[in-house]
C-alpha cells in the first residue's frame, strides 16, 4: 500500500509514491514559469502551473509504478506559499496566482495598513509585521486595483488550498499556512480576524485545519481527471517549506530546516512563540508547537539567472555541474570577489523589496568559476545573516537539518556551514516536500509514527 504526495514549486513540480515502510516507488517532476510581467511582480497560471502539474505528475506515477489507483490510501499536497488566487463562485480563477515575498507589488497597501492599525497592533495580533511574504495587503492591492473581478470574487485562496479544493470540493487550509495571512490571522486566538483592516470577510477565506488532517476525500470529477480513486482521503496540505522540514526530520523544539531551493528558507521549531519583527511566525504543523521562519529574497533563482545569463555555452542539463566543478576550483573568498545576492530585494531580515544586488571587487583575473562561487558565498553570507537573527531572538537550533536541490552543490553546503558555524546534517531521502507531504498523508491515517524511521541522517 501507498501515499502519494505532490509538491508545486516556483520552477518545478515534484511528485512522489511512496510504500508504507518509507521508500520511494516512484518519482515524477514537471517544469514550469514564474511570470514576471513587471519588476517586483511574480506569478503563476494557476490552472496549467498547479493544476495542471498536479495531473500531470499523478498521471506519470501511475505509469511508471505500476500502482492500481485503490493501493494509494492517502494523498497530500504542499505548495508554494503564501500566494493570492483570487476564485469566482464556480472556483476558476480569475488572475493568475500572486506569488509569496518575491512579489512585491503590495507596498502601498502594507504602508496604508501600517498607518491605519499601527506596527505595533499588527505584530501583537498577529504574530508577524506586514511585508511583502503578508497575503492580507496583496488581497487589498487587488480589490482596489481590480474592484470589476473584486465583485466577482468568491474566495481568496493560495495554492495548497487551490489543489485540495479540485480534489475535494472543500476549501481548507492550515494554520501554518493562514499565519502568513496578516493582517487576517489572530496567532494567539489562532483563528481568522477581521478588526484589522476591511480586506475580505471570513466567506471568503478557507475553513482553518492542521496540515495532517483529512480535508476531504477525492470526488468523482476530480478522480476521472487525475485517474485517482474516487473516495481517497487528501490530507489539508501546507506550504513546502514545512513539508520539506517534515522531510529530513525537523519535528521538535531545536530542530531547524534548512532549504536550498529557488530561496533559502529556514524554519526552527519552538515550544513557545518567539516575539521578533525580523522574522516570521506561526502555529506549527501541529497543536501546542510554534515555528519562527526566515527566508531570502533570491537563492536558486539567483543560480539560474547566472546559468542563464553566464553559461549559455553549456548544455542546459549540465551546466549546473559544470559551474559547480569550475566554482571548486576557485577557492574560498572567490579572488577578492564579493556577491551582494540582493538581485530581488531582500526578506528576512532587511525586508527591503528595493535592495539590489551586486558584484564587488572584478577584474581582468576573474573567471566564471570565480563568479559564481562568488555568488554561492554571497547566499550564504545572507543566511549567516538570518541564523544571527534566529540567536538575538534567543532560538539558537540545537540542529539543523538540510535539504533541496542545493544539498548536491558541494561548495555551496559548505560556505554556508563556514559561514554561520553551524553543522548541517544531510538525510538519506533529499527529495523534499513531495516527500514529506507522503509522509504527512501516512500519518494521517495511522500507518506511520516517526520520520526518522523513513528518512534516516546519512551524512554531516
Known amino acids: 500500500m ?81 500566494c493570492m488566487l483570487p476564485l469566482d463562485a464556480a472556483g476558476r480563477p480569475l488572475m493568475n496566482g500572486v506569488l509569496y515575498g518575491v512579489d512585491t507589488r503590495a507596498s502601498a497597501e502594507i504602508a496604508a495598513l501600517n498607518a491605519a492599525v499601527g506596527e505595533d497592533v499588527i505584530l501583537r495580533r498577529c504574530g508577524n509585521a506586514l511585508t511583502s511574504q503578508s497575503v492580507g495587503p496583496k488581497i487589498l492591492w487587488f480589490r482596489q486595483a481590480h474592484p470589476d473581478l473584486w465583485a466577482r470574487t468568491a ?89 520539506e522540514a517534515v522531510s529530513v526530520g525537523a519535528v521538535a523544539p531545536g530542530d531547524m530546516m534548512m532549504m536550498y531551493g529557488s530561496t533559502i528558507f529556514t524554519i526552527q521549531i519552538t515550544a513557545e512563540r518567539l516575539h521578533d519583527a525580523r522574522l516570521w511566525h506561526a502555529p506549527w504543523l501541529y497543536p501546542g508547537q510554534f515555528a519562527a521562519m526566515a527566508g531570502l529574497a533570491t537563492s536558486g533563482t539567483l543560480t539560474h539567472w547566472f546559468r542563464d545569463q553566464f553559461a549559455r555555452d553549456l548544455p542546459r542539463d549540465t551546466a549546473f555541474a559544470t559551474l559547480t566543478a569550475e566554482a571548486m576550483d576557485s577557492v574560498p573568498g572567490a579572488r577578492g570577489l564579493l556577491c551582494l545576492p540582493y538581485f530581488s ?16 571587487g572584478l577584474d581582468l583575473t576573474h573567471r566564471r568559476g570565480d563568479m559564481y562561487r562568488a ?78 524511521h523513513w528518512n534516516p541522517v546519512e551524512h554531516q
Not at 530585494?345 to 564587488?360: I, M, S, V
Open 345 to 360: 530585494g531582500e526578506r528576512t531580515p532587511l525586508h527591503d523589496p528595493k535592495a539590489r544586488g551586486a558584484f564587488f
Open 2 to 82: 501507498y501515499t502519494l504526495g505532490v509538491d508545486i514549486g516556483t520552477f518545478e513540480s515534484k511528485g512522489v509514491l511512496v510504500d508504507f515502510a518509507g521508500h520511494i516507488v516512484a518519482q515524477a517532476a514537471r517544469a514550469h514559469d514564474m511570470i514576471v510581467p513587471r519588476p517586483g511582480w511574480a506569478e503563476h497560471r494557476a490552472e496549467q502551473d498547479w493544476w495542471g502539474d498536479f495531473v500531470f505528475i499523478v498521471k506519470a506515477l501511475l505509469a511508471d509504478s505500476k500502482v492500481m489507483p485503490e493501493e494509494i490510501k492517502a494523498v497530500a499536497c504542499s505548495a508554494i506559499g503564501p
Open 155 to 243: 474566495k481568496v485562496v493560495t495554492a495548497t488550498t487551490f489543489l485540495t479544493h479540485r480534489l475535494t470540493g472543500e476549501y481548507v487550509i492550515d494554520h501554518y499556512t493562514a499565519a502568513n495571512f496578516s493582517p487576517l490571522y489572530d496567532i494567539e486566538g489562532q483563528d481568522w480576524c477581521f478588526d484589522l483592516g476591511d480586506i475580505c470577510t471570513r466567506d471568503q477565506l478557507p475553513r482553518l485545519m492542521w496540515s495532517h488532517e483529512i480535508a476531504g476525500r477525492v470526488t468523482a470529477a476530480a478522480a476521472l481527471e487525475t485517474g485517482l480513486a474516487e473516495g481517497t482521503p487528501v490530507t489539508c496540505g501546507t506550504i513546502d517549506a514545512a513539508s
Open 375 to 452: 555568488v554561492l558565498e554571497g547566499i550564504a553570507s545572507a543566511t549567516r545573516h538570518i541564523t544571527e537573527t534566529y540567536a538575538e531572538a534567543g532560538a539558537s537550533p540545537r540542529r539543523v537539518l538540510a535539504v533541496g536541490g542545493g544539498t548536491k552543490n558541494q561548495p555551496w553546503l559548505q560556505a554556508t556551514s563556514d559561514m554561520t558555524g553551524l553543522d548541517q546534517a544531510v538525510c538519506r531521502v533529499t527529495v523534499g516536500a513531495a516527500f514529506g507531504d507522503a509522509y504527512l498523508a501516512a500519518k494521517a491515517i495511522g500507518v506511520v509514527a516517526d520520520i526518522a
